[in-house]
């Protein structure tokens, strides 16, 4: 079982999209082969010279010049090995895909906030296995939210329901912050199932967790992982959504207007897209070139011990499981296979942008890719896995931890 692709809330009022959300997308790449990502790790061999020509050619053939784009990158053994954008940023400026272009990166930015707690537990300021009323005493009813752990909400096992009325408030939620989608949670009558017997991809959860993070730093919490997980790793340039921040220096995200999703361009991202402005579950903004600098502090125990790193990436299991389905999530990162083959990672997507990141366990790769347009997400997943393949660079094991 695999997460749902983004896990953003598909709120579309005025227009449909579908679910394939990217591609005809575009050219002008800028390519760097075999480039250091920064670690304070030990120095490891660099990965033999490869061939990245036909990389080059799907992302020409595939993405016109003048469309919404891509940026990509993927790194071995902490060196970059490609890294390129395509396309446009912004239809109105003109402006083009790089990799250092910011783009909403949706749903990964549910492993900042899962890493910012985290990093307060190392620190002994919290417990994953603290209560929610510990942190929510207005809980209608007090009996669900001493039952729910942080644990439960770092793997969407929570049992809460999802009340927002976003259907119905649309306008509201356009502009509704963290507050305001956790607090419809906390409303709640009854769990939908005993926490930790099931799974339930649940975006209010980490509007939840964000707003422990504040209440424990004592900060906004997109200044805590700016000052604690970004600035450490080199990622001078991401940001994180609050309120209408960002509103310049960005891509722009873009569908198709109409029914059946083959109308002309429109933005949709913040002012169009309801729940964008909740930044928890989906408000970081980042470049190709930054999430591989994220992966390599990760990779060198830059903010986390190496110990939690793994940790949060081992599958999360629970006593009182009862889904059919075994347990695939850690702290946030998703633990399967992908069209076969083993990986950690996450995806996202919200309003009109993809996010795709994954790590290949032992064989030190990283895949990312950063979408601003409608299209193709699986083709392009698939192109960059069968070129994986083609250089051997595929093959790990996954860990399971225990009983959590």
């Not at 400026?93 to 707690?117: D, E, H, M, Q, Y």
């Not at 439960?152 to 509201?172: I, K, M, W």
């Not at 989906?282 to 011990?305: I, M, N």
């Not at 997507?349 to 030190?364: K, L, N």
Request: proline content about 8%; overall charge negative.
């Amino acid at each position: 079982m695999v997460e749902p692709r983004g896990g953003q809330d598909r709120i579309e009022p005025r227009r449909a999209h579908g679910l394939a959300l990217i591609a005809a997308l575009a050219v002008a790449p800028v390519v760097t082969a075999c480039q250091r990502a920064p670690t304070t790790g030990p120095e490891v061999p660099a990965p033999p010279p490869v061939d990245t020509s036909a990389l080059d050619a799907y992302f020409r053939a595939a993405f016109p010049a003048d469309q919404p784009g891509i940026a990509v990158a993927i790194s071995k053994r902490g060196r970059v090995v490609y890294m390129a954008g395509f396309g446009l940023a912004d239809l109105t400026t003109r402006a083009p895909i790089t990799p250092r272009t910011l783009f909403n990166l949706g749903s990964l930015s549910k492993t900042f906030v899962a890493n910012a707690i985290l990093i307060l537990e190392e620190r002994g300021q919290l417990s994953v296995d603290d209560p929610l009323t510990s942190y929510f005493p207005g809980f209608k009813h007090r009996a669900l939210s001493d039952q729910v752990r942080i644990r439960h909400l770092l793997t969407h096992t929570s049992g809460l329901p999802d009340l927002r009325p976003v259907e119905a408030q649309p306008d509201f939620f356009l502009t509704a912050r963290d507050a305001e989608n956790w607090y419809p949670i906390t409303q709640a009558d009854a769990l939908e199932f005993e926490p930790g017997s099931r799974f339930a991809y649940s975006n209010p959860a980490y509007n939840g967790l964000a707003l422990i993070v504040e209440q424990v730093s004592g900060r906004k919490w997109q200044d805590f992982v700016r000052d604690e997980i970004f600035l450490p790793s080199g990622m001078a340039t991401s940001t994180i959504t609050d309120g209408p921040h960002p509103d310049h220096g960005v891509a722009h995200g873009y569908v198709r207007d109409g029914a059946d999703g083959t109308g002309p361009l429109v933005e949709y991202d913040y002012g169009e897209y309801p729940t964008f402005a909740a930044a928890g579950n989906g408000g970081v903004w980042s470049s190709v070139e930054e999430l591989v600098r994220y992966e390599a502090a990760l990779q060198a125990g830059t903010f986390l011990a190496p110990a939690t790193v793994a940790a949060s990436r081992t599958v999360k299991t629970f006593a009182g499981w009862t889904s059919a389905d075994p347990p695939f999530i850690g702290w946030s990162w998703f633990i399967r296979e992908l069209e076969g083959t083993p990986i950690i990672g996450h995806t996202g997507g919200q309003g009109g942008f993809s996010t795709q990141y994954f790590v290949v366990p032992g064989a030190d790769v990283l895949v990312v890719f950063l979408m601003n347009g409608p299209g193709d997400f699986g083709a392009t997943t698939t192109e960059l896995l069968g070129w994986l393949a083609q250089h051997g660079w595929l093959d790990e094991p996954i860990a399971h931890d225990g009983h959590d």
